[in-house]
């Protein structure tokens, strides 16, 4: 899964426009699966943008991109949701799992999109404050589930449900680590694992490795991990270079 963020405030790669955007997801050819359109940062303490912003920005890179394209949709808005499943996206990845706007889910459910269920908890402006585990595992996968039967009460058909564990939102260093190395305990909930950690601060506090450009290794160790532990989809800024190495990884999973 490619990222492809439409935001100036991006904590990595935002500020790039539309024409860039389109070209840039078109340039990744086969080695993208699936391109993540965002037009609000979820980051902590990012700034909230109006419905309307939101739209803007990510409305016209849909509709050119979604006739080639598998497209995905990082938003946590109902209305979001609608319109870009209506302009061609096909899944609608929410980092809240429906929780910041509970009816993205019937939107999911009346268009028969896909939809990913990030967990977090609270918001972008309280998130780091909730990051309280005794058993970080156990409590993430339990309040993923609760993600997925509110789905499915929705009406969200099963096979049409992804889970994310949601790295570093509402998480320390020593919890992202700590669910990438029990990933497959995720394997419980019966759907398939997105990861995102591409570039991501635990990866720097780890590594020491504060530039942004120097995080791709980082970023290729923990995919790696994470495709051995059970991920099913990588979220990825760099799509070449992690291609690449998830394709060995991948190669290596299958053969054993």
């Known amino acids: 899964m490619g990222i492809l963020n439409l935001t100036p405030d991006s904590f990595s790669d935002g500020g790039r426009g539309p024409d860039a955007s389109i070209a840039l997801a078109r340039s990744w050819g086969s080695n993208v699966d699936i391109v993540d359109v965002g037009g609000e940062s979820t980051r902590p303490h990012a700034t909230p943008v109006s419905l309307e912003e939101e739209l803007a920005r990510v409305l016209p890179v849909v509709r050119a991109l979604a006739p ?138 780890v590594g020491g490795i504060w530039a942004m450009d120097d995080r791709e290794e980082a970023t290729a160790a923990a995919g790696a991990i994470a495709v051995w532990n059970g991920a099913d989809v990588i979220r990825v800024h760099d799509v070449t270079r992690q291609a690449r190495s998830l394709r060995v990884a991948g190669a290596i999973v299958r053969s054993g």
Do not use: C, W
Request: negative net charge.
């Open 68 to 205: 080639q394209l598998t497209i995905s949709i990082d938003t946590y808005k109902a209305e979001v949701a609608a319109q870009t499943i209506a302009a061609g996206a096909e899944i609608i990845n929410d980092v809240s799992g429906g929780l910041m706007d509970p009816a993205l889910l019937d939107v999911v459910a009346s268009t028969g999109a896909y939809v990913i269920l990030g967990h977090t908890r609270g918001t972008s402006a309280t998130m780091n404050d909730l990051a309280d585990y005794r058993d970080v595992v156990a409590e993430v996968r339990d309040e993923l589930g609760a993600r997925v039967a509110a789905a499915g009460a929705a009406g969200v058909a099963p096979e049409r449900i992804f889970v994310d564990p949601g790295l570093g939102f509402a998480k320390r260093a020593e919890h992202n680590l700590t669910l990438l190395a029990h990933l497959h305990e995720l394997r419980t909930l019966g759907f398939p694992i997105v990861v995102g950690l591409s570039r991501k601060r635990f990866l720097a506090e």
